[in-house]
């Protein structure tokens, strides 16, 4: 149980362009999911919470207009990078939350962005 | 001072030794202390999981939880060059509103 995936796994673009990451709860349904980035050989950067219906919470530095979040049911989340920059190519991670066990969270396996 | 401090190693040992992997922290409201695994290029695959101090066994794995040192540890016997990954130490509150990562420890298990 607790299955979380990420589509596309790998996805190289022009820059300027902008790229949707879909982050889906298979066998739950997840209240809150999580945005990662991270680069290579480092942790994991938490990019912004979202939750099913509202508006998502962007960490500091994090540009909400950049990285358009929505989490439109309580099995999927997308996230779109706008506009993107080969500064913005790196390895980003959803993770999910399951309703009634607030105190950890469930991963997919990410997916790898290379903008040209 | 981090939330939580986490030695990036690289930690290199052979086949079959004993690893201890340990994590210390700050914040005395984490009551929830996790371990990822995460193989390279992948996402992070939670591997244990314990609430308050105690330890919790779960094959070759151990995780043993000092909340009065406010320290965590994983200890993996036997171990196999399929170990070899990077592990994180999470840990969150009880309503999750703080959760973090430490930054990881490279381990590699030399067959």
């Known amino acids: 149980g607790a299955v979380v995936s990420q589509h596309p796994s790998r996805v190289i673009c022009k820059s300027g362009t902008s790229v949707k990451i879909e982050c889906r709860s298979l066998?739950?349904?997840?209240?809150?999911m999580f945005w990662y980035r991270q680069f290579p050989k480092q942790s994991l950067m938490l990019m912004a919470t979202?939750?099913?219906?509202?508006?998502?919470?962007?960490e500091q530095g994090v540009e909400k207009d950049k990285f358009l979040i929505n989490h439109a049911s309580l099995t999927l989340s997308t996230l779109t990078v706008t506009s993107a920059h080969p500064e913005d190519s790196s390895f980003y991670i959803c993770?999910?939350?399951?309703?009634?066990?607030?105190?950890?969270?469930?991963f997919g396996p990410g997916t790898r962005l290379l903008v040209l | 001072q981090k939330e939580v401090e986490q030695d990036p190693g690289p930690l290199s040992v052979p086949e079959g030794a004993i690893v201890s992997l340990n994590c210390t922290y700050s914040?005395?409201?984490?009551?929830?202390f996790m371990w990822y695994r995460q193989y390279s290029r992948k996402g992070p695959e939670l591997l244990m999981y314990?609430?308050?101090?105690g330890n919790k066994e779960d094959g070759r794995f151990t995780a043993q939880v000092d909340k009065s040192s406010k320290y965590i540890s994983l200890f993996i016997r036997d171990s196999q060059p399929s170990d070899s990954a990077t592990y994180l130490c999470?840990?969150?509150?009880?309503?999750?509103?703080?959760?973090?990562f430490g930054t990881g420890t490279s381990l590699t298990v030399i067959p």
């Open positions: 999470a840990m969150s509150s009880i309503t999750g509103n703080q959760f973090y």
């Open positions: 979202s939750n099913e219906g509202s508006k998502a919470t962007y």
């Open positions: 914040n005395s409201a984490f009551q929830y």
């Open positions: 314990t609430y308050s101090s």
């Open positions: 066998d739950f349904q997840a209240t809150t």
């Open positions: 993770s999910a939350r399951l309703a009634g066990q607030l105190e950890t969270q469930y």
